[in-house]
């Protein structure tokens, strides 16, 4: 028994019992998603993700875009925000989070149309993405880095 103990407990200083997404989040590639239950505005999806220690989902790739398209639509989700917009300068799409122009797009053809419509969201159906009135309300997924990546 004495021998079992020592075994145990000198184990668990190799193991980390942390977990690697917090209650209600999911683990994809090192990162931790957190999917919204009601839709809301552009600028309450970025805040809320803000204050739960996270940002708007952006993509840097189709295959955690594919990921994230195939969670929504196991929720029925019809459309989500991402954090791309032209808020500041008209038709100059940015990364909600730095500001910086995105490195991979997937534009519907015919969008961003030069319109009123500054923010950014994938369409379920059609997999591309759309600009959106910002003051539409949409589901959106909020993403950070894994705790053992963290």
């Known amino acids: 028994m004495l021998l079992y103990m020592f075994l145990v407990v000198g184990l668990a200083g190799f193991v980390n019992l942390s977990r690697v997404c917090e209650n209600g989040w999911m683990a994809y590639n090192n990162n931790c998603y957190w999917f919204s239950t009601s839709g809301v505005e552009f600028k309450d999806a970025v805040k ?76 379920l159906s059609q997999r591309k993405w759309h600009d959106f009135l910002c003051s539409k309300r949409l589901h959106y997924i909020c993403r950070k880095p894994a705790n053992h990546y963290a």
């Open 48 to 123: 809320n993700c803000v204050n739960i220690g996270s940002s708007l989902i952006e993509f840097s790739e189709r295959v955690e875009e594919n990921w994230v398209v195939l969670q929504s639509k196991i929720r029925d989700y019809k459309n989500i925000w991402v954090g791309l917009t032209d808020i500041l300068i008209a038709n100059t799409f940015v990364l909600a989070s730095t500001g910086n122009k995105p490195s991979y797009t997937n534009w519907a053809r015919g969008q961003p149309q030069r319109n009123k419509e500054h923010c950014t969201s994938v369409s």
